[in-house]
């Protein structure tokens, strides 16, 4: 059984030889994503301070701590919060870098940079971001940093052969996402980021969500130092780096992604959580910047922010947040099947955590890793399962890839229905 999958494989090798010190146990594969998740709060830190003062750091690793968006990814046995952390130190290490010029300091942003993006292809959305940084470096002050064109080339050039086949890829298979516009987009983000999966209900919620995203706002007018001297005398004073490298490193992979939907649809919240930091520190520049004029005022905003975020936190934890039982499902389908029965697991990448707790030997099919095609094509693909006693069918996130339900509708017509269970996720 394979995949024909776009992102890279640093992550599962990663996990593969993590396995093999810790052994596969729930909480052993999970422990990889809590590591990578605890790591980041530190490399948060020290980006913040790099950009911006102490207390800017320390409000951003307080915010990240709390962030609900990063504690569940900090959970999933996903590439997720790995990516989010080789993230950071790669962009630490690019401002060290661009601040010493020290070849030590290129060869660390290097191997950051190449390791985030064989973890996953978003990671590539950072890299015109900085290149744009480089750009205004360059102009401020007159000089080019050649070890920096250097090493931000070899990074791109040791991905290219990976992006080339993903591109390629991408190019074969219609996308099942939904078409959404550059506004969708960041409403997305800014939900996500700030409460990830809570309904937005009620004017509270909604307040709330204005105010942080206008928070943001004034987080990356802040950062760029401009204040009353204006924004010629901050130029002047390199004083706009810091925040044009947060304002680039936080838009930039989201309107790259935009650009790219018109070829093929690629969004997906939770592929940017490359850019959660940039949205922290923009929060935490935010509250700092107004607590420098109000401090009282801007405890009130980091309270409040605090508290939204903690609201979505305790959000992770409710039954509405439950994640697929796949225990469940392989559980029952292990007590009742027979030989001479299969399994069909659709859409395809579900056979992945099906057979982690199967663990049984009936032959496993999963033919439809995209959208799903015309009843013709339906029947050609499952016309082998038509041997078999039995077939069990295990389904999750058929919406996209199948909403009318053609492959449930072929077996149904050819199979009588023996029996039904709803596991939440999954069916």
Known sequence: MSLQEPNPPLYHLVLSAWMRLFGTGEAAVRLLSVFAGTVYLPATCVLARRLFTWRVALIASMLAAV????????QETRMYALVATLSVAAMYCFLRAMDTQRWRWWLAYSLATVASLYTHL???FLLPAELLYMLAWSWRRRSIPWRGVLAWSLSLLCFSPWLWSAWAVSGATPSWRPSIGVAGMVISCLEAFTQRGVA???AVLRIALAATGALVLVGLGASAGAGARGLRTAWRRSDLLPGLFLTATLL??????YVLSFRLQIFAVYYLIIIVAPFVLALATGVDWIAS?????????LVGVMAVFSYGLLH???PESRKEEWRAAASYVAQHARPGDAVLCHADYTWIPFTYYFGHGLPLFAPFGGPVGERGDVADRLQPLTGYDT???????IGAVDPDRRVEGW???TFPTVTEQYPPGVE
């Not at 930039?252 to 992604?257: D, F, I």
């Not at 077939?391 to 996130?397: D, Y």
């Open 67 to 74: 962030n609900p968006f990063l504690v569940w990814y900090s």
């Open 122 to 124: 978003y990671a590539v």
């Open 200 to 202: 937005q209900e009620g």
């Open 252 to 257: 930039v992979p989201l309107l790259s992604v």
């Open 293 to 301: 004029a109000q401090r009282w005022v801007g405890l009130v905003l």
């Open 316 to 318: 992770n934890w409710t």
């Open 391 to 397: 077939v069990w069918l295990v389904q999750s996130h």
């Open 411 to 413: 077996l149904a017509s």
